[in-house]
């Protein structure tokens, strides 16, 4: 018994004696090597950005796959840029540069340039570089980078400022949405990133490729915007300033949204001058001018203080007022543009008389304008899906004591009246208050996307507004005057015969010239379209009525829209 348990314990003994010969003696050193030297990177691979469309599929955004050279950290480094400047023809001192100001970390490859030749990466892969990793990297792409730029907006890398973001997932290598669409969806488009698992030594050298996962493209969106007609409303603004909105007038689905100036947000990745440029630029460029420019709204507010004075009792379609040419209350005089003697109240809306609505303001008061102004969207957001959307402001005389730590006057609720003054509103919110004289009373949401991916995205909301439909009736009858009628204020308009109804202003801002409004809705009778356009300091409405022909005409000679 004792000689078979010595053989087996020497067996036993032999086998661990050889296995430490193989791993020690044999092959000792590479494990050695390996323990010691080797280690574990982790490589983010970006995922695709979902690509985003217009309403009837048409791309708008696109991902073009550029090839981005990367090294990892060593000593070897200097030698390796000049293997690769002699393979590329890039200058090892640009090559070192792009080094310096990319380096984030010793076990992250850092960027040292980005191209699209194939050739350059076939044969970089031939010389077979240890430090060296090729990763494809989607670039954004704007089919129309600046008719549509402040809609899609623009991304960028991340940076340094961004480090609270890792724990909600992302990493410094991937772009962000940082304005427009693409920040609104951004934890849509963005998709989930996958990852490279590899082997290096000590000197950064890549050894073999332990493990590979993946990166899942982010979700496709498609937008409630017609391509063609946002294009055709871009170039209606022609060389003036300012915005053109055309919306469904009973969902706020919004069919276009043109800005000018703009910008071409594809450069924004390449040139930090180019967005110094814009960002300094005194035209503003940047600015979404549909939902963050705040203007005096000028006589387009008429048809507000008109429906509240009907509202509460003050009027009646038939009630009077003489109009001399100007309005005067002890010392001050309140101008009109024209003398035009009695006028009632269609004939008030139709000729856009002052002194009307400076009769009305008195009968109703400062606070009672103030309460119609907000109940038809006014001095708050509209809930459109773009970041960074302003308020306005409705003022009132508890806002004035509240704010200025003023009186409120008389003064102040006839410029109100005509909606100059404190008042303030955007293009989207005048559009969005139109569109319940369109839809007879419903308060609605703009909003600029249909679908994620396969899901259609529901209506957004719709507020009743309570007003009485027979007041909606009086106030859209002036409307469709100022057009119909040859001495109506927007009747060049009528040309289209497209049965618009609409209204104009001409708010005077100081030291500069007057901005120039438009705001109206067709088909009169069944109203799908509302259409508001504003032109900075074009002296008059005129002006902005000419964008709106421009813009409609354009439309019906293309054959999207048809006479009624």
């Given at each position: 018994m004792l000689p078979t348990i010595k053989k087996i314990q020497t067996a036993a003994f032999a086998i661990i004696i050889s296995g430490l010969f193989y791993y020690q003696a044999v092959n000792g050193n590479n494990f050695l090597t390996r323990a010691k030297s080797n280690?574990?990177?982790?490589?983010?691979?970006?995922?695709?950005?979902?690509?985003?469309?217009?309403?009837?599929?048409?791309p708008l955004v696109e991902n073009k796959l550029n090839f981005n050279i990367c090294l990892f950290n060593s000593k070897e480094k200097n030698k390796t840029f000049k293997k690769i400047s002699d393979i590329t023809g890039i200058e090892t001192k640009v090559l070192s540069t792009n080094f310096r100001k990319n380096f984030l970390a010793p076990f992250i490859p850092t960027p040292i340039f980005i191209t699209d030749d194939r050739e350059k990466i076939i044969r970089l892969e031939e010389a077979n570089i240890p430090q060296l990793i090729v990763r494809l990297t989607p670039k954004r792409r704007t089919v129309y980078p600046y008719s549509f730029a402040h809609i899609i907006g623009y991304t960028r890398k991340l940076s340094g400022k961004d480090l609270f973001l890792k724990k909600y997932g992302y990493h410094l290598t991937e772009e962000s949405g940082y304005s427009g669409i693409e920040k609104s969806y951004n934890s849509y488009l963005r998709g989930t990133s996958g990852g490279t698992q590899i082997e290096v030594d000590a000197y950064g050298n890549r050894i073999g490729i332990l493990s590979e996962k993946p990166p899942l493209p982010g979700k496709n969106i498609y937008l409630t915007i017609n391509s063609q007609i946002q294009n055709s409303a871009y170039q209606a603004l022609g060389k003036f300033q300012g915005s053109i909105i055309l919306i469904e007038a009973e969902t706020g689905r919004i069919i276009a949204m043109a800005n000018k100036p703009s910008f071409n947000s594809d450069l924004f990745l390449d040139s930090k001058e180019y967005f110094r440029k814009l960002s300094q630029s005194r035209r503003k460029p940047l600015l979404n001018r549909a939902i963050q420019a705040e203007y005096p709204l000028g006589s387009v507010f008429k048809p507000v203080i008109t429906i509240a004075a009907l509202e509460e009792g003050s009027i009646s379609k038939n009630t009077r007022f003489f109009c001399p040419g100007y309005f005067k209350i002890k010392d001050a005089v309140f101008k009109c543009s024209h003398t035009h003697g009695w006028q009632n109240l269609i004939e008030a809306l139709t000729h856009s008389c002052n002194v009307f609505f400076y009769n009305l303001g008195i009968r109703i008061g400062g606070k009672k304008i103030a309460y119609y102004a907000k109940a038809l969207g006014f001095g708050r957001l509209t809930g459109i899906d773009l970041p960074f959307e302003k308020k306005g402001l409705v003022p009132s005389p508890q806002w004035k004591q509240k704010k200025l730590r003023q009186k409120w006057y008389t003064g102040d609720t006839i410029n109100f009246a005509i909606g100059q003054g404190y008042f303030l509103t955007t293009p989207i919110q005048t559009a969005i208050m139109m569109c319940v004289f369109a839809n007879k009373g419903y308060l609605i949401?703009?909003?600029?996307?249909?679908?994620?991916?396969?899901?259609?995205?529901?209506?957004?909301?719709?507020?009743?507004?309570?007003?009485?439909?027979?007041?909606?009736?009086?106030?859209n009858q002036g409307l469709r005057q100022a057009v119909e009628d040859e001495t109506g204020t927007a009747h060049i308009l009528e040309q289209l015969n497209l049965r618009i109804a609409g209204k104009t202003g001409t708010p005077q801002v100081k030291s500069k010239s007057a901005h120039g409004w438009f705001s109206g809705f067709f088909p009169y009778k069944k109203p799908k379209y509302v259409i508001t356009v504003i032109l900075e300091h074009a002296g008059s409405s005129y002006q902005a009525c000419k964008a709106a022909y421009r813009f409609l005409n354009d439309l019906k000679e293309k054959g999207i829209i048809t006479e009624q």
């Open positions: 280690f574990i990177r982790l490589i983010p691979v970006d995922a695709p950005r979902g690509l985003i469309y217009d309403t009837n599929g048409k949401q703009p909003y600029l996307v249909k679908q994620i991916g396969d899901i259609e995205i529901p209506l957004r909301k719709k507020e009743l507004t309570g007003l009485k439909m027979k007041d909606i009736e009086i106030v």
